[in-house]
């Protein structure tokens, strides 16, 4: 699962720190995520589609095992 979350957070001028501070969650976690080596629980998925006030699939790209 790719996302957006790097894009989005430092578009806003979010820093990594601020961002798991308030999502309750270690930096190496939000580095984890935009790094892709990290998949979010379901919980903390909508937590940052909140957090950006956006829809989680706007977040993140969901993709089959084709790509698609």
Request: hydrophobic residues 40%; charged residues 30%; neutral net charge.
């Amino acid at each position: 699962m790719k996302n957006r979350i790097e894009e989005i957070r430092k578009a806003r001028g979010i820093r990594q720190e601020d961002f798991a501070k308030a999502l309750g969650v270690s930096r190496q976690t939000i580095s984890s995520l935009e790094n892709g080596r990290y998949n979010p629980s379901i919980f903390l998925a909508h937590n940052i589609a909140r957090y950006f006030g956006m829809a989680i699939e706007e977040v993140f790209l969901f993709e089959d095992e084709d790509g698609r």
